[in-house]
């Protein structure tokens, strides 16, 4: 068997050839599994940090409306009309992590509770005026 010194540097040109690609896919497929990984955790992070924060805000509303109903009990007409604040949403968080439907749901919430204040606001001036306390 014959072999020539063309044909051991063929073998090995392509045998590096195939050693880098190998390599460099490794690389990559390991890069990207992390990048999956990490995007995942945070949006899970990020999904616990709003579930606290907007489960406070239906506290701070059940505890209004429980307020306003046992004032209205004993009589006193004098209801506070103003929803609770809203906790602002982390700053620091990659809201991209998220599902896009539910990043959106969750970012307009605020401009729906404004605009909910601001009908409740509205009801109550109208009551006030229809009751002679404007």
């Given amino acids: 068997m014959d072999v020539a010194w063309t044909d051991i540097l063929k073998l090995a040109g392509t045998t590096g050839i195939l050693t880098t690609l190998l390599n460099q896919g490794a690389g990559w497929l390991r890069e990207w599994l992390t990048n999956k990984s990490r995007k995942e955790s ?5 999904a616990m940090r709003l579930a606290v924060i907007l489960e406070g805000f239906v506290i701070e509303c059940w505890h209004r409306a429980w307020h306003n109903e046992s ?8 209801l506070d009309y103003d929803l609770p604040a809203l906790a602002s949403y982390p700053q ?9 439907k539910l990043a959106g749901q969750v970012l307009s919430f605020p401009n729906e509770v404004t605009s909910a204040n601001r009908s409740c606001q509205f009801q109550g001036n109208c009551a006030a005026v229809l009751n002679g306390r404007a």
Avoid at 42 to 46: D, F, Q, S, T, V
Avoid at 71 to 78: D, P
């Fill in 71 to 78: 004032q209205l009990a004993v009589g006193n007409m004098r």
């Fill in 92 to 100: 620091d968080s990659d809201w991209k992590s998220l599902d896009p």
């Fill in 42 to 46: 945070e949006a899970i992070y990020l």
